[in-house]
Every structure is written in C-alpha cells, then in structure tokens.
C-alpha cells in the first residue's frame, strides 16, 4: 500500500485539486475558490498525497469557536481507502488546535458512505436542511461533533 500522508493545501496544488472537486462534485466549486481557501486566515484547506499525487482535498472554516467542515472530495479510484478519513482526522485536529468547541458539517441525504464516516468519528444528526443542494434540491443532513 502507498504511504498517504494529509498537509496543508499550496498553490502549486491547485490544478489537481479543481480536478479532483471536479470529479467528485455535480456544482464544484469556482475555480479562484480554493486559491481564496489558501489565502484566508480562517480557513484550513489540505491535501491527501500518495506518492507526490494529490489525491483528496478537505477544507475546514474556523467561524469563532466553531469548525465547519466545507469540503471533502477524493479521487474516485482512491475511494474505499481510508483517505476521506485520513483528511476528516486532519480537518479535525486542526478544529482541536484552534481551539473549536464544536465541528459541523452538512451531506447529502443519500451519501450513506460519508454519513457513515462522520458517524464513525462521532458526529451525530442534529438536523436538516431541506432542499439544500441546487444542483438537484436534495436535502442535507448537518450533522455536529462536539468536542470534550
């Protein structure tokens, strides 16, 4: 297996990180969002490497003491390998560092494998938003870790 390790997102990363939010995600996001991601104080973008390959992305936002995670995005033939939760870990150390309370996130009503992981790491269904997702107005669950 091919050692994966998670660091902090740089510029030279961004064309394999459109890629990759392209490939995961019917709306990705702009193209100049994840270059604003890398120069704003309160966000927290990695990268998943394997082998000098970006092959996952993740985003965490710092709003007081409150982490959201934004973003989690791997690349199709490294799903089912535990780099979603190489990056969620991360993200997640990261919201322990700054000091965050709580983490939250939102997913897809039918996105069974992320709700699992966010439930593995101990995030529990504290609500929902219906129609959330423009893309085909599917509702989000959010879901909120806290931390002790």
């Known amino acids: 297996m091919k050692r ?3 660091r902090e997102m740089q ?3 961004l064309p394999s990180v459109h890629e990759i939010d392209r490939q995961a995600f019917s709306m ?3 193209p ?3 270059r604003h991601e890398i ?3 309160h966000s927290f973008p990695v990268v998943a490497v394997a082998e000098g390959e970006i092959i996952g992305v993740g985003v965490l936002w710092l709003v007081l003491d409150e982490a959201h995670i934004a973003t989690i995005a791997v690349r199709p033939e490294w799903r089912g390998r535990g780099v979603g939760r190489l990056i969620l870990g991360r993200l997640l150390e990261i919201a322990r560092e700054q000091n965050a309370r ?3 996130l939102e997913v897809r009503v039918g996105n069974y494998a992320a709700q699992a992981l966010y439930r593995s790491f101990g995030f529990e269904l504290v609500g929902w938003r219906p ?3 423009s893309d085909n107005r599917e509702d989000a669950l959010i879901m909120t870790l806290r931390f002790v």
Request: hydrophobic residues 35%; charged residues 30%.
């Open 4 to 6: 994966i390790y998670v």
């Open 11 to 13: 510029p030279a990363d």
């Open 28 to 30: 990705p996001w702009p």
């Open 32 to 34: 100049d969002a994840y």
């Open 39 to 41: 120069e704003d104080e």
């Open 102 to 104: 709580l983490a939250t």
């Open 131 to 133: 129609r959330y997702y």
